[in-house]
């Protein structure tokens, strides 16, 4: 029984998940997103009709099926590391979302992981609205070509963080909401990774979401080693007052691969436009089992050298708004997903964040939009104004008593 309210747990999870696990078939499909959460569906299906974002009725020709509206996001963010660790099962990601060709072995257990299409939170809810509509099209189309082969299966759609946050409770006497005021995510709080030069932090590193793809179809989450476990080697990071690099070394992060390193290379420098110091991420390096060496060129990542640089998306994605840019052909075999990306790698003061230049400027879109309406509005009232006062009236007028009014053609 779900109870209104209630976040399940990691534990809730584990033991609702023991069916697929324990059954006779076990072939297990995870359509794994960015973000989600049920308002998606309860929100856009009551805003929008007839056009329900899921519609393909898998859970109505289920035998059985269970919906939890509300899970906790440590328990979503490791569940493809722990399905994995869960059985033997013979892992394969599939990217050219078809499976028609795809021979399944039912001896054994089988693993898909389908990665879908990521929902950016600039979206307008009438865009998400159809990319749900698209992205159901393709979760029907799937398990109707493995219904076709006579395959039985279970099927997880969940995502690695909510999309909609929910507004806190605990300040219902704040009427007014302040300026650059943020809304906090629950149960994501976990301290950011370090790097100390004796007893001072000279580097502080922050995200959310740390993932890459290797190739389309060898996906890599290294939130967890990051920031949770700390099963990451940053011995070979530098820091100095010019150049500070962070290196992250991994030991197997998924099988194939044998070790990753990922390096963030940063520079301060004194620009004499604006009279200071800025501190930039010029390039970020990944090196695969010491012989593959993929760079990245780094755009919009800058911020003055006594802030921090934050950013919602990063990645190689040519929708975010901070890119890595591949700069070698070896680069283009990688894709690069960080969420909520926070670094600052000079002038770290009490062990802390300092205060942080985001990657969005102040004037955005939606700002220039209502600038430009504006000034038109003003200017069709300026020459309205200007055209009145130009009106003029006669200087001289008809006498009943007197003789006609005589105006020459002069006049």
Not at 216 to 233: G, K
Not at 327 to 332: G, Q, T, V, Y
Request: proline fraction near 4%; hydrophobic fraction near 40%; glycine fraction near 4%.
């Amino acid at each position: 029984a779900l109870h209104e309210g209630h976040v399940v747990s990691a534990q809730e999870l584990t033991v609702l998940l023991q069916p697929v696990f324990t059954q006779n078939s076990r072939n297990l499909i995870l359509f794994l997103q960015d973000t989600l959460s049920i308002d998606d569906f309860t929100y856009l299906s009551e805003s929008y009709g007839n056009k329900n974002p899921f519609q393909n009725e898998i859970l109505q020709s289920s035998p059985s099926s269970l919906v939890l509206p509300a899970v906790d996001c440590e328990a979503t963010r490791y569940l493809l590391s722990f399905l994995q660790e869960s059985g033997d099962w013979k892992l394969t990601n599939i990217t050219n979302l078809d499976v028609s060709q795809l021979e399944v072995n039912t001896s054994k257990p089988n693993f898909l992981v389908i990665q879908l299409q990521p929902l950016l939170s600039q979206l307008t809810e009438f865009v998400k609205l159809y990319m749900f509509l698209f992205i159901d099209k393709i979760i029907g189309r799937l398990t109707m070509d493995l219904q076709e082969q006579g395959i039985h299966f279970s099927v997880i759609y969940t995502a690695v963080r909510p999309s909609r946050i929910p507004r806190r409770t605990d300040v219902v006497g704040e009427l007014r909401r302040q300026l650059m005021a943020t809304e906090e995510e629950g149960s994501l709080s976990y301290p950011p990774l370090n790097v100390t030069t004796g007893n001072y932090i000279c580097i502080l590193f922050y995200a959310s979401n740390f993932s890459l793809k290797a190739n389309s179809s060898v996906f890599i989450d290294l939130t967890n080693a990051t920031f949770v476990t700390q099963n990451v080697d940053i011995s070979s990071s530098e820091c100095s007052d010019i150049n500070t690099t962070l290196s992250l070394k991994y030991t197997k992060p998924v099988n194939g691969i044998s070790s990753l390193e990922i390096r963030f290379l940063m520079t301060n420098k004194f620009y004499g436009g604006s009279a200071r110091n800025w501190s930039s991420l010029d390039a970020v390096e990944i090196v695969q089992d010491g012989e593959k060496f993929a760079k990245f060129n780094v755009s919009a990542i800058s911020a003055p050298a006594e802030y921090s640089f934050h950013c919602q998306l990063v990645g190689t994605s040519n929708l975010y708004p901070a890119r890595l840019i591949p700069s070698n052909n070896e680069a283009k075999n990688w894709d690069v997903f960080i969420s909520r990306l926070q670094i600052q790698g000079f002038n770290v003061e009490n062990n802390q964040f300092s205060y942080a230049s985001d990657c969005t400027g102040f004037f955005t879109p939606g700002i220039w939009m209502g600038l430009v309406t504006s000034i038109v509005l003003l200017w069709i009232l300026a020459y309205g104004i200007h055209v009145i006062m130009q009106l003029t009236t006669n200087s001289r007028f008809d006498d009943p008593k007197g003789p006609a009014l005589s105006v020459p053609q002069t006049e």
